[in-house]
């Protein structure tokens, strides 16, 4: 399985981006699919995650401001981060797991940053 993450950029405290993310390369089903991220001397966190049926789950910071979208059909989640403040300053990565939490998919990464 391949992830291949899009949409960082430079973006001034208060924009919006727009990351997508999309799985290619096996029929295995990706259950979950979503995004951690990791800011720099930072632990990796977890942004937001979303099931094939569409149940997403946030990290508490983010709730209100962030919103994350599933297309089953095009193995792509987006991404939609509002309000940006420069400590969302981040790789961002995207994230896959099948139905059973066996093994763990992640992409290359996409670095957002956001001046203040």
């Known amino acids: 399985v391949q992830l291949q993450a899009s949409g960082g950029g430079l973006v001034q405290a208060g924009g919006s981006l727009r990351l997508s993310c999309t799985a290619s390369g096996s029929s295995v089903s990706l259950n979950i699919m979503g995004w951690y991220r990791q800011a720099p001397g930072s632990r990796r966190e977890k942004v937001a995650l979303?099931?094939?049926?569409?149940?997403?789950n946030y990290a508490d910071s983010l709730k209100g401001r962030f919103t994350i979208s599933r297309d089953n059909a095009k193995n792509t989640i987006n991404l939609q981060m509002n309000s940006l403040k420069s400590e969302d300053t981040a790789i961002y990565y995207c994230?896959?797991?099948?139905?059973?939490?066996?093994?763990?998919?992640w992409g290359q990464g996409t670095l957002v940053t956001v001046s203040s």
């Open positions: 979303i099931n094939s049926g569409g149940t997403t």
């Open positions: 994230y896959a797991a099948p139905p059973d939490w066996s093994t763990e998919y």
